[in-house]
């Protein structure tokens, strides 16, 4: 279902972290899959260059482009403490 433009609006303006940001224009910025976007790893992000990442999807690994701005906003998300096979969208339980 396509959204109205009120809704995309509205939908940019919702994440507040860096986190919500870049998985917000992964998904639907980039059209990368959930499953895409949970196995990004810190290597990943560090070995990008040229705006090309490596890409692990369902059935074969790929290099694709990413828009820099996003680029940026995962080596935010990569700290130098990070080990190489860190995934960088891991998943935290909220409670209440």
Known sequence: MTLSWEEVVA????PEI???KAGL???LGHGWRPVEVRRIKAKDVRKA???IIWC?????DEFT?????TLDLLNVLTPGTLADD???FRSTR???
């Open 25 to 27: 224009e992964i998904l």
């Open 18 to 20: 860096y986190i919500e």
């Open 11 to 14: 939908l940019i303006k919702t």
């Open 94 to 96: 909220v409670r209440n």
């Open 65 to 69: 482009p990413i828009l820099s701005e």
């Open 56 to 60: 692990h999807g369902k059935e074969r």
């Open 49 to 51: 260059k040229d705006s």
């Open 86 to 88: 860190s995934e960088i």
